[in-house]
């Protein structure tokens, strides 16, 4: 299976980060590709089970669903249900950790998906750095990084 990687180091705490990384209905507040986006069927953002349906910047729609939460771990998992992309079997995590000597926060983000073999090494390329390394970008500015 393709696993796509991508991870950073934020100048925040990490009970500050994950305020804002919890809410599985807040990419648009912190990822500069998603324009939009809610929960499917009126479920609370941190429900294990919860979908969530959002809009691209170019008019993509990926709809997915959210599989744990651990506010102990400040880890999150979910799968694509839909998308645009040539992908099957998509599961990622989202994961917090402290750094305790500067009082910032790193983030890790990585997905195992399948895929045709033709498709792998543009797709893993396209998550990593469109998707996991412009979101981390962009939540590190957030914060002031």
Not at 12 to 22: E, I, L, P
Not at 79 to 86: H, N, Q, R
Not at 126 to 142: D, H, M, P, T
């Amino acid at each position: 299976m393709p696993t796509a990687y991508a991870s950073v180091l934020i100048t925040a705490s990490v009970a500050r980060v994950w305020d804002a990384v919890r809410d599985f209905n807040g990419l648009p507040s912190w990822h500069p590709f998603v324009t939009e986006s809610r929960i499917e069927g009126g479920a609370r953002a941190d429900q294990v089970g919860c979908i969530r349906a959002f809009r691209l910047e170019d008019g993509g729609f990926i709809r997915e669903k959210l599989l744990s939460l651990s506010d102990v771990d400040r880890s999150l998992t979910y799968s694509i249900l839909e998308s645009p992309m040539d992908l099957s079997d998509y599961t990622a995590t989202l994961g917090l950790m402290p750094v305790t000597d500067i009082n910032a926060t790193f983030v890790e983000w990585q997905a195992e998906f399948s895929c045709p073999a033709e498709k792998e090494k543009p797709l893993v390329r396209q998550i990593e750095q469109g998707v996991f390394q412009q979101g981390l970008a962009s939540l590190k500015q957030r914060f002031g990084g």
